[in-house]
């Protein structure tokens, strides 16, 4: 029996790099669903059913492939922060995330191949984060770097953030 393909289900430059550097061949194939939360909506049930909503759509073009998608949030005094549209977002972001802890969430799903079923598992988690204080002109000049551009709360525990 042959091992399926294992393709991931997102554009994150960040997660092909986790994947190869944990020795993982893979393509990437992105999905593209509509990640605005719900109403009411916490961020653990959020985050799963996004992941879980990637992996199906690109399972559907990839049947016999294992399809790997996730979600990150960051989560501010119950808000969930998406990816900021502006730099003038992301600077109110960081901002409100100064001197702070605040909660970054993280889902993930895993599509089986349709020959092993095809479902789907997931799981979530959480990690607290705390912020040093910082003033408005080091936000500005993070924010300058284009970083904070694509990730959720406007920044990369990996990165220069």
Not at 96 to 122: F, I, M, Q, W
Not at 135 to 155: C, F, I, L, N, Q
Request: charge should be neutral.
């Amino acid at each position: 029996m042959t091992r399926p393909r294992l393709v991931l289900a997102s554009a994150s430059p960040r997660r092909s790099e986790l994947l190869s550097r944990l020795g993982l061949e893979h393509t990437v194939d992105p999905a593209h669903i509509d990640e605005t939360a719900l109403p009411e909506e916490a961020p653990r049930p959020h985050v799963v059913r996004l992941s879980e909503a990637k992996a199906r759509a690109v399972a559907r073009r990839h049947p016999d492939a294992l399809v790997l998608a996730g979600d990150t949030v960051v989560v501010d005094r119950r808000r969930i922060l998406g990816k900021p549209s502006s730099e003038d977002e992301a600077v109110a972001m960081l901002m409100a995330l100064s001197g702070r802890t605040h909660a970054v969430v993280s889902g993930l799903a895993l599509a089986l191949p349709d020959s092993a079923g095809g479902r789907v598992v997931s799981r979530a988690d959480r990690a607290d984060v705390t912020f040093q204080l910082f003033d408005e002109s080091v936000a500005r000049a993070y924010v300058a770097t284009g970083e904070p551009m694509d990730k959720a709360g406007a920044y990369g525990i990996q990165g220069l953030g």
